[in-house]
């Protein structure tokens, strides 16, 4: 399993920062399923690009997003959303109100077979340049 770094769609409103279209992209050499996104240990912040603070911004933790489910012995693109309700921080909320800003996604996303015997942890770090909600750049932070 692995996270590319590629977003679709990144929305914010004051109670919600959501980025949808991400692509998960897997091989599963397994005889059972995987299933991908039960739990997540992730940090999202954000940057403003436009000269309005220097600093990166924690909007908050996802912990959790829509499972997304790998059959065996298949290679698979496919696309979850990730969502940080009611972001903590206000400097950040007006950051990402406001273009152009970037978005820095790392930490952990774990996930098992189908049947929950065996749990594996992918990192993840990617950032995000975003021009306006369907206009974004995306890269690896490694």
């Known amino acids: ?16 920062f959501k980025m949808d279209q991400v692509a998960l992209s897997a091989v599963n050499w397994n005889l059972v399923p995987l299933e991908v996104g039960a739990s997540a240990d992730l940090e999202v912040f954000v940057k403003s690009e436009a000269g309005v603070g220097s600093e990166s911004e ?8 829509e499972p997304v489910r790998f059959h065996p012995l298949t290679g698979a693109v496919t696309e979850a959303s990730l969502m940080v309700k009611n972001p903590r921080n206000t400097i950040g909320k007006i950051v990402y109100m406001f273009h152009p800003y970037s978005v820095t996604v790392r930490g952990t996303i774990y996930y098992n077979t189908w049947f929950g015997l065996v749990e594996y942890a992918v990192p993840v770090c990617s950032v995000h340049r975003v021009e306006s909600a369907d206009d974004i750049t995306s890269a690896s932070c490694r």
């Open 58 to 65: 924690l909007l908050g933790h996802v912990t959790t997003f």
């Open 1 to 16: 399993m692995g996270w590319t770094e590629t977003v679709g769609h990144i929305a914010g409103t004051p109670d919600e």
